[in-house]
Structures are given as C-alpha cells and as structure tokens.
C-alpha cells in the first residue's frame, strides 16, 4: 500500500497472534445493541484497533445499505481501522470494492501493530475484537518487545512480574488499555469482544482490574458472558475460554455492582432453545482490584461482602502442591515398599523395583484421599530437601545419600533440560533437582488441604504428617498445630465459604479454589 501512514514494523515470527475472527452475524448484533450506525449517521467518529478483514466496518457499512442509506465520502471520512496483516486489509478493501461499491479510504485505513500505532487519532467510538493470547504463549521476540508496554500502561507493577503469576496474562488487555487511553476521546465509549479471565481470574488480571492508571481512568458499564461457550451455537468456533462483550467509558471512576448478563436457555429441550440474557450483577469483594463475584441477587453479594475474614498466621498462608515442572516420572511413585529402617523400594511406569532412601519420599494427596477418613497413600513423591530448613539438599549432603546421589545423576540431563524461568533458576545455581512449591512450610506437621482444580464443590480436610499435595490438583495451608487444623477446617466447610467460590462462577475450571481465591477469606496476622 502507497499510503506513507501505512508503514510496518520489523516483522514478529507470528503475524497472526491470537487472531480470532468475529462473525458478521455477531459483529452486526454490538452494533445494532448500542445504536451505533445512529451514532455514525449523527457524526461520531468510529475506530477499530485490531480489524482483521474489518468486520465491523463491513457490518456498519451493511446495516447502512440494507436501510437504503446512501454512503457519502464524508461518511466514509469518519471511519477509521488498523490492522498489522496487510492481506486482511487487502481483502477488505476488495469486498467493499466488489460488494458495495466503495472505495474504502487508504488513508483511513492503516497497516500497524497496534501497541506501535503512534498517530494522534482519537475517535467518539471504539469497536473491535483485540488478539486473544496469554503474554507466556507469545512468539519469544514479541514477548521482549512489548514486556516494558505492560509495566508503562500500569497492568504489572514489575516487568519481572512477568515470569511469575502475570505470566498468564492476556494481550487483549494491553491493547484495550492502550487504545482508550490514546485512542479515544474523552467520556468515549469502546466495545470489545474479550477473554473474561481478565474479570474472572486472580493474579494476571489484577492489573487491568485498577480500571486504569497515572493517566487513564476508565469504567466497565457492563459485560455480556457467552457462559458455556454458547453450547448450541459458537460464537468463535475451536475457542474454549470464556469470552464475552464488554462495554467501557473513558474518564469514570468504576462503580459497582457492573450489570452483567449471561446468555441462558428458557426453551423446554435442547432441541427447541430459546436464548434469552439473564440479568446479573458483578462486584469485587473485599478490594476493588480482586476477581469478579457474580450473582442475580444484590442481597447475596452484600452478605458475601460483608464475610467476617479467617484470621490465620501469616505462615500458614494458603499454597499450591508441589510442582515438578515436567519431570512426574521422575519424582513421583505408585508402589513404594520397605526394605530396610531406612531404604525403600519404589516403582512407577517408567521405573522399576528403584532403591531409594525412605526419609525423602512422602505420600502424595489423590483425589480418594478426600472420602477416606484415614487417608492411605497411593503414591509418593521424593522430595531431596532438608526438612529442617526447607532448601535442597547440598551436593554434599547428597553424598551422604549414594543410592539417592546416583539416582539423580542418572537423570542430570533430563533435569537441568526442564523449562520455565523458575525451575531454571534453580537449575542455574547448581540445585537441577530442585522442586517447586518446597520449603520450611512443606514439612509442617498439619496441613488443610482441598482439591482446588476442576471441582463444583468445596471441602477442606486435615492430613497429619509430611502429605503433599500435588501440583495445581491441590491447596494446602501448612498448620503446626492438630487443634488449628481442626478449628480451620470448621471455618473453612462453612457454607459460605463455598457459596463464595461459587459466585466467581469457576465450578469445574482449573481456577476453582487456588490458593489466591481463599487467600481473600483470610486475614493474614503475624
């Protein structure tokens, strides 16, 4: 393209980074919602950051034409698009050539990453549908180039938050963020198609959940959930996160309850559905950055704002198990017998009849754990730490340990090869054993644990002795005491403690009762 406005950056490894393409079907039904072709044909000024093949300009255009509306070059003057993928722009200015008759502005129309789109453009309304992408699934050069983007635009405090729970932090995000803040004008209003982890998760959406920074401030005036992935009708199709359309206003302060609506079917079966939205309301509890709670019931989010917080020791914080970073068939055991006082002998489905010694093998939590009232161990896991201060064995101390030492020799490699910028740190000082999720808290002699991936209900329970939990699959708060253990599984099966977790609508997903969901029902004291 001749226009010089269109200039593109170097080229990323992947110029379709979480591409999801908006139906027309639906693209015509957010601007239908909000009168947007009203708006247009009063004079506001329409821009959409991420445009693909120009979806929403097309339907615009469409719901023009199909009113008998003659498009007028002035018209055409206010619309505005930007997208990274010079052929979908091409396509677009094809069909509105083939199909309409219009010669689309190239003026109008730029070929830029967004997050590097430095032109002074600001508009009445923003409309688009932004890269669905986790910031640790991003090409490895994208990543460098836009990590300093999410600390300038206030969504992480650190870069280096980055590497740790922020990790799982969506693009969307940063291009929402940075749209309304140079994009549009003041007391505009933008829709976006969006991932609602954003809302709906802890950690990574902590930092869009300010609802702005030094120099934005912005306010979600709704959302609309496609809960369940719209069963009888996918709107994004091979897409399995939830998603839905969420309405901003620059320059508000956010308030709350947010209204949100959940697409429901009143139909009889599932032959004959009959969609309709149900009426909800949204708020964080306890701190206006937290994870949305949601409910049709104001009353009920009232009373789970107003829960008296568990006060517990600051060291009895809650935890994930213990995370081998790839290497299960290297750590954990389904047969685990004595031999000896002090050597046990282990197998697994890689390994056979090993020799290994008893004190650093533990039992590790199963799901049937939880319905026995005397917990009997089904697997094992080696942990090569000392107990005593929670750090990896030396090399030395290893030493010590010569059917251990070989052990892990035997598999150096196939350990100092394991991925993630936390397992590689370790590795990097010498430790290529070394575990996550392990320390002083991991040998406490109590631990309240509960199966925090994938459940639809909650139920803490009481191990005594060295248990461990496993990976994600389970939360634990490490207790130095039976007595505190007993009184804090009391608190923590009371029924609101689940209705809690119920309102944060994650029943069956892996984020059903991680550590920081229940970390908000607790006052930390030292």
């Not at 991936?453 to 990976?471: C, I, M, T, V």
């Amino acid at each position: 393209m001749s226009n010089p406005e269109n200039q593109t950056e170097p080229q990323t490894e992947n110029q379709l980074v979480g591409a999801v393409f908006t139906p027309f079907k639906w693209a015509t039904w957010v601007l239908e919602k909000y009168a947007i072709l009203d708006r247009w044909l009063e004079g506001a000024t329409i821009f959409d950051p991420t445009a693909g093949e120009g979806i929403f300009l097309e339907c615009l255009i469409n719901l023009a034409v199909s009113q008998g509306i003659s498009i007028s070059s002035t018209m055409l003057d206010r619309l505005y698009a930007n997208e990274k993928n010079a052929e979908f722009i091409e396509s677009f200015l094809s069909r509105m050539r083939s199909q309409y008759d219009i010669n689309f502005p190239l003026s109008n129309f730029f070929n830029r990453d967004i997050l590097f789109f430095d032109r002074a453009l600001t508009v009445d309304i923003v409309v688009g549908n932004p890269p669905w992408q986790n910031f640790a699934n991003l090409p490895t050069a994208y990543k460098e180039l836009i990590k300093p983007l999410f600390h300038e635009y206030g969504l992480v405090h650190n870069p280096k938050d980055l590497l740790l729970g922020s990790s799982r932090i969506d693009l969307s995000s940063l291009i929402i963020i940075k749209t309304l803040q140079h994009h549009l004008r003041i007391n505009g209003l933008a829709y976006f198609f969006m991932p609602l982890s954003v809302f709906l998760n802890d950690g990574a959406g902590q930092g869009f959940r300010a609802y702005g920074n030094k120099n934005l401030r912005f306010e979600v005036r709704e959302i609309y959930d496609f809960k369940d992935d719209f069963k009888y009708e996918a709107i994004f199709e091979k897409i399995r996160t939830r998603y839905g359309l969420v309405c901003f206003q620059r320059d508000r302060q956010q308030t709350f309850p947010i209204p949100y609506f959940q697409l429901s079917n009143s139909g009889k079966n599932s032959q004959n559905p009959a969609f309709e939205w149900q009426k909800c309301y949204a708020r964080s509890l306890f701190k206006s950055d937290a994870p949305l709670s949601i409910s049709s019931n104001l009353q009920e989010l009232q009373e789970l704002e107003n829960l008296h917080k568990i006060p517990v020791d600051r060291t009895s914080k809650p935890r994930q198990g213990i995370n081998s970073c790839g290497a299960k068939d290297l750590f954990v055991f389904e047969d685990c017998q004595n031999i000896s006082e002090t050597l046990v002998r282990v197998s697994n489905r890689q390994f056979q009849n090993l020799i290994l010694p008893s004190q650093f093998l533990f039992p590790l939590v199963a799901k049937a754990n939880f319905d026995q009232a005397q917990p009997i161990p089904q697997r094992y896991i080696l942990i090569p730490y000392d107990i005593t201060n929670g750090k990896p064995l030396s090399h030395a101390q290893l030493e010590h340990h010569p059917q251990l030492w070989q052990y892990l020799l035997a598999h150096q490699t196939a350990l100092q090869n394991r991925k993630g910028t936390l397992i590689q740190n370790w590795i990097k000082k010498g430790y290529w054993y070394a575990l996550l999720g392990v320390g002083i808290y991991t040998f406490m002699p109590y631990k309240v644990c509960w199966q925090a991936y994938g459940q639809k209900q909650f139920k803490a329970q009481l191990f005594e002795g060295h248990w461990q939990g496993n990976q994600a699959l389970h939360a634990y708060m490490p207790m130095p005491e039976r007595s505190l253990g007993e009184h804090l599984v009391q608190q923590l099966n009371a029924p609101i403690v689940e209705r809690y977790l119920r309102s944060q609508q994650m029943e069956g997903t892996c984020n059903w009762a991680q550590p920081g969901r229940i970390l908000q029902l607790l006052e930390l004291v030292d």
